[in-house]
């Protein structure tokens, strides 16, 4: 009888090493399967936009046709302002802004080889300035980009790195029309408040 309990206990401690072991290698896996996920996630711009002919009588227009860019679309419209997506065969796409409605639709365009991707999830293509006579730091006004799908919210920081506003990302574009005077950085926010990129 007491061989069999002891039989009995050490199978028992078998068992539990053995589903100790399948908890510790499981752990780790999800863990590594979430951050593959998370990552491309930021990898991507998944907003496919409407296509879109520039108006081949407007100077502008004319040079990006002649720069080779074969498909523009419009990803979105926000608060007065048009975000395009405009790809070159074979090549990453770039993206641009335009104020909505004018007679040039793409105002400007920003291109980079590491946009979108963990490090570099978001393609900000804000307006920076200072106030004329003014010692303050030159400072975010006008806040617009691209985010990768993985980007869920901007926040705006001081030079203190302290969150003074923050806009949230929709169909991979962010505006804020009116930044704080304090704001000199913008930051990638994922759905679980993490600071990306």
């Known amino acids: 009888m007491l061989r069999q309990s002891r039989r009995l206990a050490l199978a028992l401690m078998v068992l539990a090493l053995v589903l100790a072991a399948v908890v510790f290698i499981a752990v780790p896996g999800t863990a590594s399967s979430n951050n593959d996920a998370a990552g491309v996630a930021l990898s991507r711009v998944s907003v496919r936009g409407i296509a879109q002919s520039l108006p081949v009588e407007d100077p502008w227009s004319k040079q990006l046709i002649a720069a080779g860019f074969t498909d523009v679309r419009q990803i979105a419209s926000a608060s007065g302002t048009d975000f395009y997506r405009l790809t070159k065969e074979g090549r990453k796409s770039c993206y641009g802004v335009g104020s909505a409605g004018a007679a040039s639709p793409i105002g400007f365009i ?27 730091y030159p400072h975010l006004i006008f806040v617009q980009g691209i985010a990768a799908d993985g980007v869920a919210t901007i926040e705006l920081r001081n030079a203190s790195n302290a969150a003074v506003a923050r806009a949230p990302v929709r169909q991979n574009v962010y505006v804020l029309k009116e930044a704080p005077r304090a704001a000199i950085r913008v930051v990638a926010v994922d759905s679980s408040g993490r600071e990306v990129g």
């Open 110 to 136: 920003g291109c980079s080889q590491s946009f979108p991707s963990p490090e570099n999830p978001i393609m900000d293509l804000s307006i920076v300035g200072a106030e004329k006579g003014s010692d303050a």
